[in-house]
């Protein structure tokens, strides 16, 4: 069926499909999900295998109530009050699942905590609720490679094997859910996202602690299994903090390129159309995240030996696009 338009008709079909086991790809504000409902163990099964991801790396589950959250998680206190705050929205929480709830132990990769989001999206919302069942949804991507931000990278990336792939646009933040663990008093990240750790901690009113697995905070793979692997990777090599580049890569850049050289001599102008982008002119971090990806996927082309990108500030969102970056620089 590939792209569709999103119509009540449409919406109803695709309602269905989820209904009867089938895989939806929808917009959300953070990135493309490839949807199913999360109840049903054939129909999580798809989501990995068309991934190809590992059966380690639990999915998020997506509803369109605090209710519906409730039935499948216990909520703290600490729950509800981020839930007032940040829901409908680009965040993820880590609950305790209740015994009771019916998600297919597939999603939460064994683990007897859930990982649950509200998405603020008009269409997610409208899929969820119209289907009546939380829906199971990563990134509709490969696993481990760069994340969709639009109908046509979910369609390049998966193609037939998804049965309908609603169009929505370009995903406005561009940049996965900030995930956080509040299944202790303490709330822990364990993904940078667009809502930060200062943000947090600004209407909590408590200190967040920081445990996204990465360089040097091997311990919380155990908590956010499947976040140290390769991810949201080119097929090129990339390179973080470049101070110059060479002919024969692409630049991804960030503000003002004036001062950036070419190794062998020369300057950017000589460098084709396809093989520079800049994320941010005025270096507006918001706009970077959500070009992020895009770019990433307009540079990896086998004719360029790497992409050279340039120092990305390591504040507010900008944690977030660095942490993604520096995934994709990892060697496999
Ligand atoms: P994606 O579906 O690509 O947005 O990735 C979802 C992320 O959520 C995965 O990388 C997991 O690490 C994380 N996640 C999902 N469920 C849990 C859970 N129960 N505990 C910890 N992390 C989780
Ligand atoms: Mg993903």
Known sequence: MGIVAVTDQSLKKASRIIQDGGLVAFPTETVYG?????????????????????????????????ADAQKIAKMTPLAEQIAFHFWPGPLTMILPQRENSEVSELCTAGLNTIAVRFPEH??????????????????????????????????????????????????????????????????VILRYGSITKEVLEDVLKC????????EDNVHSLIQSPGQLLKHYA???????????????????AFGNTKFMSIKTGGNLSSFSDDQIRNLSESTDLEEAAKNLFSYMRDLDN???????????????????????????????
Not at 43 to 51: H, S, Y
């Open 207 to 214: 200190n967040v602690q920081d445990g996204v697995a990465g």
């Open 234 to 252: 080119p097929q090129i090599p990339l390179r973080m903090d470049a101070v110059d580049v060479h002919s024969d890569e692409a630049l991804l």
């Open 34 to 66: 490839l949807g199913c409902n999360a109840l049903d163990k054939a129909a999580v099964e798809k989501v990995f295998r068309t991934k190809g991801r590992p059966p380690i790396n639990p999915l998020i589950v997506h509803v369109a109530f605090i």
């Open 122 to 187: 008009e269409i997610a919302r409208k899929l969820v609720q119209m289907a009546g069942v939380p829906i199971a949804a990563p990134s509709a991507n490969i696993s481990g490679a760069i994340s969709p931000t639009s109908p046509r990278h979910v369609f390049e990336s998966l193609g037939e094997s998804v049965d309908m792939i609603l169009a929505g646009g370009a995903s406005r933040m561009g940049i996965e859910s900030t995930i956080v663990d509040v299944t202790t008093d303490i709330p």
């Open 302 to 332: 086998p004719k360029f030996k790497s992409i050279a990108v340039m120092n990305i500030p390591n504040e507010g969102v900008g944690v977030a696009i660095n942490d993604r970056l520096w995934r994709a620089s990892q060697k496999p």
